[in-house]
Structures are given as C-alpha cells and as structure tokens.
C-alpha cells in the first residue's frame, strides 16, 4: 500500500539552528514527490516537486532533495515566519492520487 | 490569496443532514480537487476532476459525492453527516491536473456536525 511517513512530529528551532525534515515514502513506482507549508486554518502552499532521485531545488532558506525512499527539506537559518506545518505528498505512477503524510509542526524559538 | 475561492466559510448542521460546498477555481484552471483535513488523519485527497470529468477518487465516503460544472466550478455534497465528518474542507486548482502542475488551494470551509 502506498504510504507517506513524516518526522519529527514537531520541531522547535532556535536563530540560527538549522535542520531537517524527512518524508519516507513507500509506493510501487513515483511520479511526483511535493512539499507544502501550512499555516493554521488556512490552506497549503506550494513549494516545490521533485521526480527523480537525485533532485534538488532551493527557495531562499529551504533545500529540498530526493532519494528512493525519502526526502528532506533542509531549513537554514530559520526565521520566526517559517514556523508552519510543512506537510510532503506523493502521486504514485498510474494514478492521480495524492497521498500526504501527518506533517511536520515548525516552531520558531525567538 | 491564491485566486481559488471557497464558500462558506464556516458551517454548522447537525447529524443526518446533507450539505453542499462549494469551489471556483483560479481563472484558467482546468482541474479541482477536494480534500479532508481533520486532526486525527491530515489531509485526505478525496476526489478530482478535470474540465468537468473525474479523473482520481481517494477516500472519498459514498455519502459524499462531487461535480464540476460547465463553468469549471465544483461542488461537493455530503449527505447523511456524522460527528466525525467535521473536519476542514480543501478545494485545489490546477491548469492541467497533472503532476507538473502546481495545485493552488482555497482557504477551506470548516463544517462543525452537532
């Protein structure tokens, strides 16, 4: 069964403390891994795909890289407006669903 | 603001009774999905449809059912609601609904079953 498995559960930071989040991820063939924050009662957005091992991609403070099993979104020296839940889904090949994992809760320690 | 709007914002019924949301995507969009977010189980990809036709179905319960109109925008409607359908309701958009496409989500609609 195709599976999405996030960690840590939550996350406090401190400036200057960087860290990363993994995404684990089980399905039979990947089309598309994606990662999106969160911020409370509202919806997610966006922030990046990747498809193939070896990806990376990069907006401002976060690095977001792909492995055959896993993901991680690397945060460098966070700042307290990227506290949110950053929550990754996948699509499996031959299907258009999208299955998303529990999220991972950030929280900014100023 | 992501250009996909929702309505309403808030709702509140009771047990048994059937209500519908609603969703316009962002101008040009071809595809909306819904989903289910609640605090014990995240979001749930519950349906999509691409220019009027379903494409995916995902956990979706079969008190619940979805259309997308003419005029792109969707409804979802649920019937027979239970205590634990109250949860945050999501509509996405996208051009194409492919996997290259960038889904741009509404603010949601809290439905609150009494």
């Known amino acids: 069964e195709d599976q999405v498995t996030q960690s840590p559960e939550a996350l406090r930071l401190q400036e200057g403390e960087s860290s990363s989040l993994n995404c684990s991820y089980t399905?039979?063939?990947?089309?598309?891994l994606f990662w999106y924050r969160q911020d409370p009662g509202k919806g997610p957005e966006f922030l990046f795909t990747?498809?193939?091992a070896g990806e990376e991609k990069e907006k401002e403070r976060l690095k977001a890289t792909l492995t055959k099993k896993e993901s991680f979104l690397h945060i460098t020296a966070p700042k307290p407006e990227d506290s949110a839940t950053y929550l990754c889904?996948?699509?499996?090949?031959?299907?258009?669903?999208?299955?998303f994992g529990t999220g991972t809760r950030l929280k900014f320690l100023a | 603001d992501s250009g996909v709007t929702q309505t309403p914002k808030h709702l509140i019924t009771a047990t048994g009774q059937r209500v519908t949301l609603r969703c316009s995507p962002r101008?040009?969009?071809?595809?909306v999905y819904w989903y289910q977010q609640s605090l014990d189980q995240g979001l749930q990809f519950l349906i999509q449809?691409?220019?009027?036709?379903?494409?995916a179905k995902g956990n979706i319960l079969e008190r619940f059912s979805a259309q997308q109109f003419p005029d792109l925008h969707s409804e979802l409607n649920l019937s027979s609601l239970e205590l634990g359908d109250s949860a945050l309701y999501f509509c996405?958009?996208?051009?194409?609904?492919?996997?290259?496409?960038?889904?741009?989500f509404g603010p949601g609609t809290r439905l609150t079953v009494l």
């Open positions: 996405a958009s996208s051009l194409s609904g492919t996997s290259t496409d960038t889904q741009y």
């Open positions: 399905v039979s063939g990947l089309r598309g």
């Open positions: 990747l498809y193939s």
């Open positions: 889904a996948v699509q499996a090949t031959g299907t258009y669903k999208y299955i």
């Open positions: 101008s040009g969009d071809l595809s």
């Open positions: 449809y691409y220019n009027g036709e379903e494409r």
